[in-house]
């Protein structure tokens, strides 16, 4: 969940190389020493609901609650903490290394298109397919339609400047330095259109339409991982350099997690490209740059999942708690009070409360009739459990512990970060 300027709430490629060789970066210098704990008294509940409800969910935080909150993370760098020590914090058993990077990383722009658009703002674009340049494009736009599962035109205005077959179903517009801006009425991540930069864009043709996919390659311009990272909009560049590295670290390693194959929405991570870029500057660039190559690594050397979110408003969720299933060693409940109360979290997702009559949460969670909704207090280990219902369902009394982001989807809760109360 990205926060920027204000809260807003992680084709396949294979990685070349194997984590391997990794480089513990251990935290170092007075910044670390500084650090105070990001444990503190409880932040308060904000006030219940009036009139009252018969299920009161006293909440704090925003997004699913798991690994490092970007607030806590703003909070810590204000207190002298260091990117490794605000990661090592949010991901228990972790450190930061080095290690091998995707040489390929994709963003995909669109899917099951039939026709798009690529403006060429600065340089020229060269519109490639089979080893051949099919068309040079100085300046004004060109939209490529798609003619068939195997073939294409281009088109300037109504003239037609290439119409052919797409060799291995990938026609590229090349434009390495140079920005372009990428549009078309098929926009199903509501991105576009998109002002992007370096490398180029392919146009894959098949049977079912065309995906605009912006991709980045390692060459002489850079690695391909960071010119992608440079395009992510997760939070302010105005923020302590310290926040930023530990958010640009976090996404590479989300993005190493998944090979360099992304979406550019929070689906993944949130990513504008060129106008995010150069919107956020040096700050930005310089916390890209001077983390290259790092990720989180557990224990054994391998990168983590290293998800994220908005505000956690002093409690992290272990992964059993919030998604049940098998528990990930870094993802455990992290007492991040005093570091939010350092940040800029604003009121609204720092604590929050919603009611609902027992009728509706019956409904919400699939139960005939609820009569009991509980669950353990925050930083309990008994809350890996779940959110305990009590009620009828399918005619039988039953007793149900479900996971919290679970609840959170059903009744549309900030967040799983959540304690319960039942009134009369």
Known sequence: ???????????????????????????????????????????ANAPDPVPRAQVVFRGHGSGHGLGMSQYGAQGAARLGCSYPTILATYYRGTHVATAAMPRRVTVRMTENAQVASVDSLTGTVSWRTG???????????????????????????????????????????????????????????????????????????????????????????????????????????????????????????????????????????????????????????????????????????????????????????????SWGGTPFSYLRAVNDARWTRASDNPASTRAWTVGFSRRRVASALGFGRVTNVFVFPRGDPRRLRGVRVTGVRGGHNVTEWIPGFTVRNALGLPSPGFVVRNNP
């Open 131 to 321: 080893g051949r340049t099919v068309h040079v494009q100085r300046d004004g736009r060109v939209r490529v339609h798609r003619l068939s599962a195997t073939t294409a035109e281009l088109l300037s205005g109504t003239r037609r400047l290439w119409a052919g077959r797409v060799f291995g179903g990938v026609l590229r517009a090349i434009h390495r330095g140079g920005i372009v801006r990428l549009d078309s009425g098929t926009d199903p991540y509501a991105k576009l259109p998109m002002r992007l930069r370096r490398d180029w864009i392919e146009f894959r043709v098949d049977a079912s339409g065309m995906d605009a996919v912006k991709v980045f390659e390692d060459n002489g311009g850079g690695r391909a991982m960071d010119k992608y990272l440079l395009g992510l909009a997760e939070v302010p560049a105005s923020w302590p350099q310290a926040a930023l590295r530990a958010q640009v670290v976090a996404a590479r390693t989300f993005a190493v997690k998944r090979g360099g194959a992304m979406l550019p929405t929070v689906a993944h991570q949130n990513w504008d490209g060129y106008d995010q870029e150069a919107a956020a500057g040096a700050a930005w660039s310089n916390a890209v740059s001077s983390t290259s190559g790092r990720i989180i690594v557990d224990g054994s050397g391998r990168a983590i999942d290293a998800l994220y979110s908005a505000s956690m408003a002093g409690f992290t969720e272990d992964k059993v708690y």
């Open 1 to 43: 969940m990205p926060v920027r300027r204000r809260i807003r709430a992680g084709g396949v490629v294979t990685v070349v190389a194997a984590i391997a060789s990794l480089i513990w970066l251990a935290p170092s210098g007075s910044a670390a020493v500084a650090c105070p704990s990001s444990a503190g008294r409880a932040i």
